[in-house]
């Protein structure tokens, strides 16, 4: 059955009406500066949170993408202030990116290793790797002209939004109209009929932890090139704000649905809490408190939309 | 409503978002009695139990329950007044052992900590009853379909309740197991215990059930007495119509031969197995379950491999090893069990059936051609009449038999060389087996070839060319068509 109105764009009333509290509470927030400032802030988080959302609908995860970020972003300053040129720079860093998805994805299907577990441990690696890389310290001297990926316009459009939404479109066909996408469905609904059907599942995950990989390439280049320099720490935490988004977006943990589009929406709302309390000078601790109150119960207030529609089934 | 009266439905509706599942349906049924519910896939027979069981709650309608007005909101709540039920689709926690799956909810415990003693030893006890032999200590996942419906049927007779309702129980199993489950009917049935008895199998009515329900289309069309019925009269009160139940087979000349299985052996779960099946021709394998038939075509699927043999298509000798290599040799499998083989339950119809022929359905960039793919799984439904309001409804939300016409066409679709079949009328109405029997005869009148499992005699006997009978991992006997009759298979099946 096509999902009525609330159940699919219940989320989308969630953020209105915080958009709409916030507009009541602060001057500033419903300006054309301010609102392209936001997307501006999300696009990162919206990047990373796409390729988590084609993971978490295979059923797995991917706790290493903020390391992923990391060590892309160092990889790609190392080259640039060694005087590579930026394009070869950048095809190396998304090949980096890639790679460690690749590896990710393998160990997954060749391994028979949780996500869970894999990608736990890739974060710590990835991480030491960095730091073992920039010997902890920040790398500097990137070249002026390397600014334009994170600090750069086109048209009165910041380039990191540009980018986010080339990227959102591209994946909202690949999931929907696509082959690869249709089967990466079925091997999160139900792996085993999937396989049944004459599914490769193991190429699917694969594609889906190194597409994953290439997009935190991306990331860390984006990052990298807003601040002027690639920190060893960076990105961490970036996981935990991707896996928010996606979960917001209406994507299920246990694999088989949701969709880009939500997951962007989801991205939008942490986005916009994230603006509104800054513009109201809520002290940052306070911050993390209200913003994890308000994700868990945008899920409610969105779960609460979807079953007085419809009462779903306890048993199918 | 009479003083032997246990249960009374009346005017129970029920719509799931514009889709008519029960329509102001009443009727009473009478202590004591073993209780037919019958009707077409779709009409709404496991809707109902699913009210009665404090699964779904009715839109309209009231329940009374020995004489009582009875508000059934969640399963709890109907355990609670005594009504057990054995649901279509298996629900056990597959990684937990048999007699905890029986047990669950209610485990013996002393002070919180599960006394598996006691536990063991009250599941051996009803498995005895029902006579067949399960560990109780088993996990539950190692176990076939046949011996998990077992377990369903144990954990609803072990709760103790007056009504026990039973939706489908013998889909899964062979004419033997069924057997015993009809004498632990008739024996719980003396000692006043009361039955609601679904089945698309309607010569076993006649067995075991004393009146009969029919449902059409989610609406109430009669309860007669069985000895006032012939087969014929409830098909036409089912249908609504008259209709052909039966299929004559189509003669189709044998061409060459597309695979060859020599000496193929797993351990401990079939030997020697050799046979050559042509173009054109429906080779049945009988046999009760556990002989090793499942087994065998989880093996030729490549879903396990072989310890040693060969397998040839085409003459040429092929390693499968996974069910992609046997897809990619033209050999396609419709499995025994729907919802865990079969069917990605969250996505459409549509998604499921062009599941596996999506690399035909493909356009430049690997996007898939959505006319071409619409078209086809149109084509598809409509030819098995499946029953859906619309080819994006979540499979999971139709009905059992028609899942299982899902799974069909989404194989018959992929247009294999060799199409195996395990049990593929499994829960299937009389109209639609013939239907389906139907399209696999014009699938071999094409040139296909079929494997058929099947533990339903009259559809191998009806269907097949030649029949192996397999017993205990072994091919026993081979019959052709003319020779076969049920007496024979059966003493070698032995
Ligand atoms: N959860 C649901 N959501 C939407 N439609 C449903 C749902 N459950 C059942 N239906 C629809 O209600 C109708 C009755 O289904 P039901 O499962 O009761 O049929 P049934 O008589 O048990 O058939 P079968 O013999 O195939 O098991 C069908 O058209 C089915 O598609
Ligand atoms: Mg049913």
């Known amino acids: 059955m096509e999902k009525s109105f609330l159940q699919k764009y219940g989320i989308v009333l969630v953020l209105l009406l915080i958009c709409a509290v916030l507009s009541f509470l602060s001057p500033v927030f419903l300006t054309a500066p301010n609102l392209i400032n936001v997307i501006r802030q999300i696009s990162i988080n919206g990047i990373l949170a796409i390729g988590m959302t084609l993971i978490i609908i295979t059923g797995g995860i991917d706790l290493s993408v903020g390391s992923q970020v990391a060590l892309t972003g160092a990889v790609v300053a190392g080259l640039l202030s060694s005087g590579t040129s930026i394009a070869l720079a950048i095809i190396v860093g998304l090949a980096a990116g890639a790679l460690i998805g690749f590896i990710n994805g393998t160990i ?4 028979g290793v949780p996500p869970f577990i894999v990608t736990l441990g890739m974060l710590t690696a990835a991480r030491g790797i960095t730091l073992i890389y920039t010997g902890g310290r920040p790398i500097y001297n990137l070249g002026s002209t390397f600014r334009f990926f994170g600090a750069g316009y086109v048209g009165g459009i910041p380039v990191p939004v540009i980018i986010l939404g080339i990227i959102l479109i591209i994946s909202h066909f690949v999931a929907k109209h696509t082959v690869f996408g249709r089967e990466v ?132 | 409503m009479g003083n032997d009266c246990l249960l009374a439905i009346a005017g129970i509706s029920k719509r799931f978002s514009g889709v008519k599942a029960l329509d102001n349906v009443s009727f009473e049924v009478e202590k004591g009695e073993v209780r037919a519910l019958i009707g077409e896939n779709g009409a709404g027979k496991s809707t109902l139990i699913k009210i009665l069981s404090g699964i779904h709650t009715a839109d309209s309608g009231t329940i009374f329950f020995d004489n009582t007005k009875v508000d059934l909101k969640t399963p709890r709540d109907a355990q609670d007044l005594g009504i057990a039920t054995v649901h279509q689709e298996l629900n056990l926690v597959p990684s937990l052992t048999v007699s905890e799956n029986v047990y669950m909810g209610r485990l013996p415990h002393k002070s919180g900590v599960i006394d ?47 009504l026990v309702i039973m939706d489908e129980p013998t889909s899964s199993l062979s004419a033997g197991e069924a057997e015993n489950l009809f004498s632990v009917i008739k024996t719980l049935q003396s000692s ?133 290599d046997a897809v990619n040799q033209g050999i396609c499998l419709v499995p025994e069990d729907r919802k865990l083989q079969g069917l990605v339950l969250k996505m459409s119809v549509q998604h499921n059936v062009s599941l596996a022929t999506l690399s035909r359905l493909k356009k430049l960039l690997g996007l898939i051609d959505s006319k071409k793919e619409t078209d086809a799984v149109n084509g598809a439904v409509s030819k098995l009449q499946i029953k859906t309001p619309s080819i994006k409804q979540l499979v999971g939300n139709l009905s059992g038999g028609n899942q299982q016409k899902v799974v069909l066409a989404k194989e018959v679709l992929a247009n294999p060389k060799v199409l195996i079949l395990d049990e593929p009328t499994r829960g299937v109405d009389v109209g639609a087996k013939a239907e389906i029997h ?54 070698c099946a032995l």
């Open chain 2, 192 to 324: 006043g215990i009361t039955f609601i008895y679904i089945s698309h199998k309607l010569e076993e009515l006649f067995k075991i059930a004393d009146s009969v329900t029919v449902l059409r289309d989610g609406e109430f069309v009669a309860t007669r007495d069985i000895t006032d019925c012939t087969m014929d009269n409830l098909v036409e009160l089912m249908v609504g119509r008259e209709i052909t139940t039966l299929f004559p087979k189509v003669k189709v000349e044998l061409g060459e031969p597309v695979l060859h299985v020599d000496n193929l052996n797993r351990v401990g779960e079939f030997e020697n197995i050799s046979f050559t099946l042509n173009q054109g021709e429906i080779l049945g394998v009988s046999g009760l379950v556990g002989a090793g038939r499942t087994e065998l075509a989880r093996c030729l699927y490549g879903i396990s491999k072989p310890d040693s043999g060969h397998i040839y298509v085409n003459g040429q000798e092929c390693i499968i090893h996974k069910p992609l």
């Open chain 2, 438 to 491: 139907r399209l696999i005869g014009a699938f071999v009148q094409k040139g296909g070839a079929v494997l058929m499992i099947s533990s339903e005699l009259p559809e191998i006997l009806g269907m097949s060319d030649r029949i192996l009978v397999m017993s205990k991992g072994r091919i026993v006997q081979e019959f052709g068509a003319d020779e076969a009759t049920q007496e024979k298979i059966l003493s």
């Open chain 2, 116 to 162: 598996y003693k006691q536990l063991h030893a009250e599941t051996e006890r009803v498995f005895q009853k029902l006579g067949v032999k399960i560990e109780p200590t088993a996990v539950v996942r190692t176990l076939g379909v046949a011996k998990r419906q077992f377990v369903e049927i144990a954990k609803a007779l072990s709760q103790g309740a007056k």
């Open chain 1, 108 to 111: 997954i299907t060749k391994g």
């Open chain 1, 185 to 316: 469905y079925a091997v999160g609904g139900n792996p085993e009929a999937a396989v049944y059907s004459g599914v490769n599942k193991n190429k699917r995950l694969v594609q889906v932890y190194t597409f994953m990989g290439f997009l935190s390439a991306i990331t860390g280049i984006v990052l990298t090139s807003r601040l002027g320099s690639a920190d060893p720490t960076a990105g961490t935490g970036f996981e935990l704000d991707a896996i928010a988004a996606v979960v917001i977006g209406g994507t299920s943990m246990f694999g088989g649905e949701g969709a880009v589009t939500g997951t962007m929406i989801g991205a939008l709302i942490i986005g916009v809490i994230n603006n509104g309390l800054n513009l109201l000078n809520v002290s940052s601790y306070y911050q993390q408190v209200i913003k994890g109150v308000i994700v868990v119960g945008a899920v409610l207030m969105d779960g609460y939309a979807r079953n007085k529609q419809k009462k779903p089934a306890k048993v199918s």
